[in-house]
């Protein structure tokens, strides 16, 4: 079992930059690959980006891709999402997920992940 807590979330302004964090509990953390979706208010819940359990391969949405940057610390149980030139379409619950498969061939999938956080919300004005 993996618990994930979300962190790092608030309002922003566009333009502006922030860093999520999910701190992970469990000793395999390392072994899973890690994601971040997010779910505006009447939309279904999106992927943003995610990493593989070594940190050797990132993937991320077109729509976020060179403004944000997905990491992980292993030896912290952390994973982290630096989100810079924030939009106000950046607006959003962000939501930290885990996969338990040693293979993961759809990362960008909800149904590739196994335990989810509860998510952040993130406020972008413009």
């Known amino acids: 079992q993996v618990q994930l807590v979300e962190s790092g979330g608030g309002p922003e302004q566009a333009g502006g930059s922030l860093r999520l964090s999910c701190a992970a509990s469990?000793?395999?953390?390392?072994?899973?690959?890690m994601g971040w979706f997010r779910q505006a208010p009447g939309k279904e819940r999106e992927f943003v980006a995610a990493?593989?359990?070594?940190?050797?391969?990132?993937y991320y949405a077109d729509s976020v891709k060179g403004r944000f940057t997905i990491s992980r610390d292993n030896a912290k149980n952390t994973v982290y999402l630096q989100m810079n030139s924030l939009k106000p379409e950046d607006t959003a619950v962000y939501y930290c997920?885990?996969?338990?498969?040693?293979?993961?061939?759809?990362?960008?999938?909800?149904?590739?992940?196994?335990?989810w956080g509860q998510g952040t919300q993130v406020t972008v004005s413009s």
């Open positions: 997920a885990a996969a338990s498969a040693l293979y993961v061939p759809f990362p960008s999938r909800l149904t590739t992940y196994d335990y």
């Open positions: 469990g000793r395999t953390f390392s072994r899973y690959t």
């Open positions: 990493i593989t359990w070594s940190g050797g391969r990132t």
